[in-house]
């Protein structure tokens, strides 16, 4: 549990160590989401609400089961479905951009943002080509008004447009004719503007070919339905929400006028089908008229009537039937003739004209139906698709039905018909006492009457027709009409800035996180611990690298540091007092700190009055000198007196001359053979020469990563200093040689020293130091060091 605190602290350290940055790029982040809402253009919502009517059901109560299973639609979903892709057919689509003129649009030009002009385009384009052709343009005009009679028409080199004060075009008067190589047009002022012709206003008009915006606004148009629902939600996005509604609303005007196109179809069909029936039985009737007429005047039978109605009172009834059941034949003769017609436009049926069989009545309608929704997929799709092919089927099926239907009626009826004729016949065989041309007179009535109850049932059928015509109701009915709440819905403000602000926080705590991942650099104690195994002893923060010296009277972080340092060696060798405390001082590799450790820490114990002796026992790249600032360097070092064996021990001792408390034998002569020289004796002889004269030996030795100079000399060591350079070497390179060297105690008593600590996340969480000396401006930075 600690563990994983600690390591959540840590991480959340070093988020905040980078705070700036980070509030640098949330910044950033709203300034662009703050540039982008300026100058976007914005989307606005329209909404409106429709049901679906069922005419059927409009008419009769459902009963349980429909209610139930399929809901009030007798086809359930199948017919939603249908009339879904009949709202968002390219044909009411193209009839809406036709009406609204969608295709031409007008913009106010800005430096950046162009705004539209909706219906309120101080200027209006009109053109001399036909709508056919204009629907095929696909232009820009840019024009700058000049003043209240003139324009400029400029030329589109899509460069003039940067520097609009370096425009050029030809002038125009309002009314001009420009010809074109699609015909010519007129640009007119729009009176109904409340946009005025101000001088200088640029306006852009975008003539767009009609199929492009057919494909965007069926696609545009989003409808949404419950199951077993018939309310349909219809949303539309657009750049000026008065064009949404609009939009929407002409929408379901046109989708009203299709389905009422389709059953004037229906009711069309029918009217000329009884019109042509009308003047077929008109000829007969006045034939059969003539006839009477001339009977009459040839026999003399004008004054028949008594005897007639006595003679013919039994056979009244029969009469009727005869006439009921003729009639009925000749209806379906017609309707016959009228399938079998190849001549027709249209493959539609004259319904509902009275043949009296529910069944042929219902295949007609049916029949209609299929024929009605072939034609309405045909204006989208082609005679080869595999829905027209069925559908196809299904009318020749449905026809040979209705033929049959209509055969097997008609047969039946002329057996009543001829059974009817037989009883008459057998009437009149009664009546043998009326004379034969009274019986001829009768029989031309019977005909008359025939044709003319015929001829009325047809003007009925006529009159039924027209008023059905005028009858028929939308399907869709309007619940909302469009409407829209004129605030933008895209892009969302506030969840832009949200967004903005989340990306440009999240953006450098990505890449932080990442390269804390991918980084494998010692930085702090928690990564040095959690690389290696080995006791921790301190660690010594970053200092300017002026200041390589801590000094006598220093109160910095660093001075405090090896301070802190001093006081951990001496409770690590508190059980070692008859003898010098011998330190060495080690590292992975090159440029760690080594000689800036061993060089600070002599001084540091010196400055406690505790004598020190620091030999520079890197004798390959000898830096202690250096650090030290000595110019006049020794003659003779540790390589001369390990070489010459006349040298006393003592007269390679070099006197610090500020620091009585500090000794230093310098490495000397650069030798060609560093290692052989370290296995000499003289090493073992020096450092006992030295044991009781000191309270301590500090040895500056070489890297253990890079040569073996420093194990030769090793066992000399009472305590050994490993020093890791932070933000410098690598985790696994100290894993791979420090941790070797402690689990092996091939360099006794060895201990983990950081170097370089930066105050911050990645180094310190804390200072050293009490304050003294240190006034607020020697330590405030300056301000392009803020974020370094």
Not at 9 to 19: D, G, S, V
Not at 214 to 226: F, L, P, Q, R, W
Request: glycine content about 4%.
């Amino acid at each position: 549990m600690n563990s994983n605190s600690s390591e959540i602290k840590q991480t959340l350290e070093n988020f905040l160590y980078y705070w700036k940055w980070i509030l640098i790029s949330v910044l950033f982040s709203l300034i662009f989401a703050f540039l982008y809402l300026r100058y976007t253009t914005f989307e606005y919502n329209a909404t409106a609400t429709i049901k679906i009517q069922d005419e059927e059901q409009s008419k009769k109560l459902p009963s349980l089961e429909d209610l139930s299973n399929k809901g009030l639609f007798s086809d359930g979903a199948d017919k939603i479905k249908d009339e879904l892709i009949t709202i968002k057919s390219r044909t009411i689509a193209k009839n809406i951009i036709k009406k609204l003129e969608l295709n031409i649009l007008y913009y106010a030009e800005g430096d950046i943002k162009d705004i539209e002009l909706y219906k309120n385009s101080p200027v209006t384009i009109n053109f001399f080509a036909s709508d056919s052709v204009i629907d095929n343009v696909f232009e820009t005009i840019h024009i700058k008004i000049l003043s209240n009679t003139k324009y400029l028409l400029i030329e589109d080199d899509k460069k003039s447009f940067l520097d609009k004060s370096n425009l050029e075009g030809k002038e125009y008067t309002f009314g001009d004719k420009v010809e074109t190589k699609y015909g010519g047009y007129v640009i007119i002022p729009n009176d109904d503007s409340e946009l005025p012709l101000t001088r200088d206003l640029f306006i852009k008009i975008d003539i767009i070919p009609t199929d492009i915006l057919v494909n965007i606004y069926t696609e545009k148009v989003e409808i949404a339905s419950e199951p077993g629902s018939t309310i349909l939600k219809l949303n539309i996005k657009e750049t000026v929400a008065q064009k949404a509604i609009d939009y929407l609303n002409q929408l379901i005007t046109e989708y009203n006028n299709d389905v009422l196109a389709d059953k004037e179809k229906v009711v069309k069909v029918t009217s000329e089908f009884i019109n042509n029936r009308l003047e077929q039985v008109s000829e007969e009737l006045g034939k059969v008229e003539s006839d009477a007429e001339q009977v009459q005047k040839q026999n003399n039978l004008t004054a028949l009537g008594t005897q007639t109605e006595l003679n013919l009172q039994a056979r009244k009834q029969v009469d009727q039937q005869i006439i009921q059941t003729s009639t009925n034949i000749q209806m379906i003769s017609y309707l016959q003739d009228e399938i079998n017609d190849k001549s027709k436009m249209s493959d539609l049926l004259p319904a509902d004209i009275g043949i009296g069989d529910a069944n042929t009545a219902q295949i007609v309608k049916s029949h209609n139906e299929l024929v009605v929704q072939r034609d309405k997929i045909l204006r989208n799709s082609s005679s080869k698709n595999p829905v027209i092919i069925e559908l196809n089927n299904q009318i020749k099926a449905l026809k040979i039905n209705l033929q049959n239907s209509l055969q097997t009626i008609k047969e039946t009826s002329e057996l009543t018909l001829n059974n009817l004729t037989a009883e008459s016949n057998r009437i009149s065989g009664q009546l043998y006492s009326a004379p034969t041309k009274a019986r001829k007179f009768r029989g031309i009535q019977r005909q008359q009457s025939i044709k003319e109850t015929l001829y009325l049932f047809l003007l009925e059928k006529r009159e039924e027709s027209a008023i059905r015509l005028g009858m028929d109701s939308p399907i869709a009915k309007t619940i909302d009409k469009a409407y829209s709440s004129f605030l933008p819905v895209s892009p969302n403000t506030k969840m832009t800035y949200i967004a903005s602000f989340i990306l440009g926080l999240f953006i450098p705590i990505g890449l932080i996180y990442i390269i804390s991942l991918l980084d494998t650099k010692i930085y702090n104690k928690n990564d040095l611990l959690n690389t290696v195994d080995i006791p921790y002893l301190g660690d010594i923060p970053k200092s300017s690298k002026k200041q390589k010296l801590i000094k006598k009277v220093d109160y910095s972080a660093k001075a405090e540091a090896f301070r802190l340092l001093r006081a951990n060696i001496d409770f690590l060798l508190k059980d070692k007092k008859d003898s010098s405390k011998k330190l060495f001082i080690t590292s992975t590799k090159a440029q760690e700190g080594k000689s800036h450790t061993s060089t600070n820490l002599a001084s540091s114990i010196s400055f406690s009055n505790k004598s020190v002796l620091l030999i520079e026992m890197d004798i390959r790249v000898p830096k202690i000198l250096d650090y030290l600032e000595i110019i006049d360097k020794p003659k003779n070092g540790l390589t001369d007196y390990i070489v010459d064996k006349t040298i006393k021990p003592q007269s390679v001792v070099y006197k610090h001359r500020d620091n009585p408390f500090l000794d230093i034998i310098p490495s000397g002569t650069i030798p060609p053979n560093p290692s052989e020289l370290l296995m000499s004796d003289r090493v073992t002889e020096l450092f006992e020469f030295f044991d009781d004269k000191y309270d301590y030996i500090i040895a500056d030795t070489s890297a253990v990563g890079l040569v073996s100079d420093t194990f030769l000399i090793s066992h000399f060591a009472d305590i050994f200093i490993y020093v890791a350079s932070a933000n410098n070497v690598d985790k696994r390179q100290l894993a791979h040689v420090a941790q070797p060297l402690h689990d092996e105690g091939r360099l006794p008593n060895i201990n983990m020293l950081l170097n370089g600590v930066k105050q911050g996340a990645k180094g310190y969480g804390y200072g050293y130091g009490y304050g003294y000396g240190n006034s607020p401006a020697k330590n405030k930075k300056k301000w392009y060091k803020i974020f370094s």
